[in-house]
């Protein structure tokens, strides 16, 4: 198991979202963030204030997924975030120790694959 | 001038005694009155009403139009409240500064010349110079009012501005700023100028008899027809279709809502320029009509889904000001009922089935004020009568109104999509209409102004100034 850790752009989230529906990956946390990554900081200005913005907005993504669908999770993730300009973002793979499904108390690979909606 | 006062002061001060009994705000009045002849002697007004002091200006009337100049005035920074609520929270600030800009330019452009081209005498399409530049327009009393001409000025103005400012709910989170500046410029002086002189300045459409008593016509059908040709013309939101935009501040559009009825009492009442029967009608209109249209709407929301939304009453209630608008001086107060209710069907179902369709007018300007607005305009020539102040509709046995008003209605519509199409197609040869993805995707807060609506300051770097201002302005990306 891993756990793909993905920091992306707030305005691709839907786009990464409906990429991995389609690429079969269920189950994630989406959190937002603040980050800086190298991009070009923007400048505001309130009054005689100037400011350089330098953390931007980011949507975090967090998904533990079985081995043979790290892969895929990270395909789908990089298709749909990429813009081309610097602060597209990272993926980040992690290992993972162990997972337990709290409401069943499966463990490892069972816990991590998604119930058949049948 | 200061000098010159003080020698009039002692001249009149006979005629200042008695007015020491007057109200003060006509005290006002008559003072600054005299600064006009002072400063102005030799350029008489040409207005007939000119001739030295009228009686006529009624202060009660005037105190009555000052009020509701404020109260429409207001309006605008209540529609940026309720157009700000409607969009997501990264384009909160350009979506309410294209509210707040259209004050300053369109008002000043009312000013210099909007006015003139409306309200002066000229021909049966367009006004006349005589009011260039506020040139011969002072406290002397307007021709058919008692209130002074410079007071009528300001009201019209006001209504000139929210006019403009309503077609950027169709426009939101991707026009470029600069460019629907220009269009707004543009638009006031050669769309609504002139709409507005057709109906009320002495135009074709008011000789023929057409009713518009507080600018159903001239404000919402000239803003929804424009709305609809420019949400065309700019092109859908880049994920429109895809991605669902939610409102990111229901109450505030709320209030936004509530601001804009309490506004809309001076724009309906405070047409009737005068403190009388007809400004009362107008009032308690304006008041029901909303009422029936809110009750009704809340009705047909039960009825397709079983649950009542606080946006849609934000909706209904803008859609029953909008209908009652043209008719609140010429119907009885049970017709207003009628007509906030029916006026509540027509707007429900285009607003519904406009989010399936391709035309991303955003916040529904179409729907509210394009639709409301025609449906208003025809049920005025279905209810009006003599009794109540206005020339008999259908139901008092003339069909001929309803027909008046449909040409009416006709020819606001194709003058406006006309109009507002060149004006588009002159500024998208000179500059880009749209905002590029980049900047779109981040929100138009930051690209267009450089200020974020909710921020907490963190990971803000203060930057300390530089001799040349222009060294830390944010940097402009404007690829294709």
């Not at chain 2, 997501?88 to 300053?104: F, H, Q, V, Y």
């Not at chain 2, 700019?234 to 229901?250: I, M, S």
């Amino acid at each position: 198991m891993k756990l793909v850790v993905a920091i992306i752009r707030p305005e691709r989230l839907n786009a990464v979202l409906e990429s991995l529906y389609n690429a079969d990956v269920r189950g994630l946390t989406v959190s937002k963030v603040q980050g800086h990554g190298g991009e070009v900081e923007h400048v505001e200005n309130y009054r005689g204030v100037t400011v350089k913005m330098d953390l931007q907005a980011k949507m975090r993504l967090e998904i533990g997924v079985s081995e043979s669908f790290v892969q895929p999770t990270v395909d789908a993730i990089v298709h749909a975030a990429r813009t081309g300009d610097v602060g597209d973002g990272k993926i980040f793979v992690l290992p993972v120790e162990r997972v337990i499904r709290i409401r069943t108390g499966e463990e490892d690979t069972r816990a991590v694959t998604p119930e058949d909606r049948d | 001038m200061h000098a010159k006062n003080c020698t009039i002061r002692c001249l009149c001060t006979t005629n200042r005694n008695k007015r020491a009994s007057l109200p003060i705000i006509y005290q006002l009045i008559l003072h600054f009155r005299q600064d006009f002849y002072i400063i102005r002697p030799f350029q008489p007004d040409p207005t007939p009403a000119a001739a030295p002091v009228q009686p006529a200006n009624t202060p009660v009337d005037t105190l009555f139009v000052i009020i509701s100049t404020a109260l429409v005035l207001l309006m605008t920074p209540a529609l940026a409240l309720f157009y700000g609520g409607l969009v997501r929270a990264k384009n909160i600030l350009n979506t309410m500064m294209m509210s707040l800009a259209a004050i300053g330019l369109v008002g000043v452009l009312w000013a210099l010349a909007g006015y003139s081209l409306a309200f002066s005498t000229g021909g049966a399409f367009v006004g006349g110079m005589h009011h260039l530049a506020l040139a011969n327009i002072g406290f002397a009393v307007r021709d058919g009012t008692t209130i002074p001409h410079l007071l009528y000025f300001a009201y019209q103005g006001t209504f000139a501005v929210i006019t403009a400012a309503l077609i950027s709910g169709a426009i939101v989170e991707r026009m470029r700023f600069s460019a629907y500046l220009a269009f707004i410029a543009l638009w006031s002086l050669i769309v609504y100028a002139p709409v507005a002189h057709w109906v009320w300045g002495g135009g074709w459409l008011g000789a023929m008899g057409v009713l518009d008593f507080a600018g159903g016509t001239v404000v919402h059908i000239t803003a929804g027809t424009a709305a609809w040709v420019t949400a065309i013309m700019v092109g859908q939101r880049r994920d429109y279709g895809r991605q669902a935009f939610l409102p990111h501040n229901v109450p505030m559009m709320l209030t936004g809502a509530a601001l804009l009825w309490f506004g809309w009492v001076g724009f309906n009442g405070g047409s009737a320029l005068a403190v009388n029967s007809v400004a009362v009608q107008a009032t308690v209109n304006t008041v029901l009509a909303p009422m029936a249209t809110l009750a009704t709407w809340i009705l047909l929301e039960y009825r397709r889904t079983g649950r009542a939304t606080a946006v849609g009453a934000g909706t209904a209630i803008v859609v029953g000001l909008v209908a009652i608008t043209p008719a609140c001086g010429f119907v009885s107060p049970r017709a207003a009922l009628a007509i906030g209710a029916i006026a509540a069907f027509p707007s429900y179902f285009v607003i519904l089935k406009r989010a399936a369709t391709r035309l991303d007018d955003s916040l529904d300007v179409v729907g509210a004020h394009g639709v409301g607005g025609v449906v208003g305009a025809l049920l005025t020539g279905v209810f009006a009568s003599k009794a109540w102040g206005g020339a008999d509709g259908l139901l008092h046995g003339a069909p001929s109104q309803l027909l008046k008003q449909l040409i009416g209605v006709g020819a606001t519509i194709g003058w406006t999509a006309v109009a507002t199409w060149g004006i588009l197609v002159i500024i998208s040869a000179v500059t880009t209409l749209r905002a590029d993805a980049r900047d779109e995707a981040a929100g138009l807060d930051v690209a267009d102004h450089g200020e974020e609506g909710y921020t907490d300051g963190e990971g803000a770097i203060l930057v300390l100034q530089t001799a040349d201002p222009t060294a830390n302005r944010a940097p402009v990306r404007r690829s294709a």
